[in-house]
């Protein structure tokens, strides 16, 4: 298990219930299970229902814990063609500031300040990180690291976007705009024993998949990623 420079926890919805638990609480008390000991965390987003478990355990591992909502808030978030620009208002200093996203999607109005927060911890402990260096990086996310699949356009006649979200508040009817959602189709890959096994030449390459609560072999289904995973990444591009 690696000890990081700083944790980060998004914000906490019902996923993976069978092994998380049935409601937030429970799932925030799984997720804080990444803070480690004398390791800054950062929270997202401050909610109610998971505020004393995530104080409670940066307490007993001794880890500093700040709520990025708490020192960033979104002013305002403009969609375009191919991107999202997001101007956020660091509280600490009253500054604004715009931040343009090749990352689409709501959500990432919430995940921002996460970064942000990060990112400020870090140049607390010494790292040389530029304000262009921030911007930069926000708006080349996909080709940085490869991560598709978010508010993606992969085809405009018929327009198909596909896009993804561990929880109910990343899938649910009401968090996109400019179209009308029938109903959300929840995917989710089949492993086996080998699939699992990040040693294995086979790891997370699943034959098939649940969509919707039907077994689809892979065959039936679009790859989008066009350049190979790092293994370390396979189990986050479901």
């Not at 109610?48 to 814990?65: G, I, M, Q, R, Y």
């Not at 960033?72 to 969609?79: G, N, P, T």
């Not at 294995?200 to 190979?228: D, L, N, Q, T």
Request: glycine share 6%; charged share 20%.
């Amino acid at each position: 298990v690696i000890t990081p420079l700083v944790s980060l926890i998004t914000n906490i919805s019902l996923d993976h219930t069978q092994l998380l638990g049935n409601d937030i609480a429970s799932i925030a008390t799984e997720k804080a299970g990444i803070i480690k000991s004398k390791v800054p965390v950062v929270i997202s987003q401050y909610q109610s229902e998971t505020v004393s478990v995530f104080t409670n355990a940066a307490k007993d591992k001794k880890s500093p814990l700040r709520f990025a909502d708490k020192n960033y808030k979104v002013i305002d978030a403009v969609e375009k063609t191919n991107s999202q620009q997001i101007k956020i208002l660091n509280k600490k200093t009253n500054q604004e500031e715009k931040y343009d996203l090749d990352l689409k999607g709501l959500y990432q109005t919430k995940n921002i300040l996460g970064v942000l927060d990060v990112l400020e911890i870090l140049k607390e402990t010494g790292y040389w990180i530029e304000q262009e260096h921030i911007k930069n990086g926000l708006k080349n996310v996909i080709g940085l690291t490869g991560l598709y699949g978010r508010w993606q356009k992969i085809n405009s006649k018929p327009i198909i976007i596909a896009d993804t979200g561990h929880n109910i508040d990343g899938i649910k009817k009401g968090s996109y705009t400019g179209i009308i959602i029938d109903e959300p189709y929840y995917i989710a890959p089949m492993l086996d024993a080998q699939g699992s096994n990040p040693f294995s030449s086979s790891f997370y390459e699943p034959e098939f998949w649940m969509v919707a609560g039907r077994k689809v072999h892979k065959s039936h289904c679009i790859i989008f990623v066009h350049s190979e995973v790092a293994q370390i990444l396979k189990p986050m591009y479901q």
